[in-house]
């Protein structure tokens, strides 16, 4: 399984959510995508996206002004 690592840093809402979608457009089922931002509402958004779509947040922290949010992809749904 890979993890591929998304820097969506300095970007503010909507842009961590349309660069995650964007990113595990391109991935494969069981990878993993850790998307890094600082826009506190990612921590809340790219979870909530993930539900929606089927994904697994296996993982979401806050490190001092950045947030790590950890998902596992899942194609087709059914898979996680």
Same mark, same amino acid.
């Given at each position: 399984? &890979?993890?591929? *690592? ?5 970007? @503010? #809402?909507?842009? +961590? *959510? ?7 457009? &391109? ?12 826009? +506190?509402? &990612?921590?809340?958004? *790219?979870?909530?996206? #993930?539900?929606? /779509?089927? /994904? $697994? *947040?296996?993982? &979401?922290? $806050? ?7 950890? @998902?596992?992809? #899942?194609? +087709?749904?059914?898979? #996680?």
């Amino acid at each position: 399984m &890979s993890t591929h *690592v998304l820097d969506a840093r300095r970007l @503010i #809402c909507p842009l +961590p *959510v349309i660069r995650t979608q964007q990113k595990i457009e &391109s991935l494969g089922d069981g990878e993993e995508l850790l998307v890094l931002a600082t826009d +506190p509402g &990612s921590l809340h958004d *790219v979870p909530a996206w #993930c539900r929606v /779509h089927g /994904h $697994q *947040v296996r993982s &979401s922290e $806050q490190t001092d002004d950045e947030y790590h949010i950890l @998902i596992q992809v #899942c194609k +087709p749904m059914e898979s #996680c």
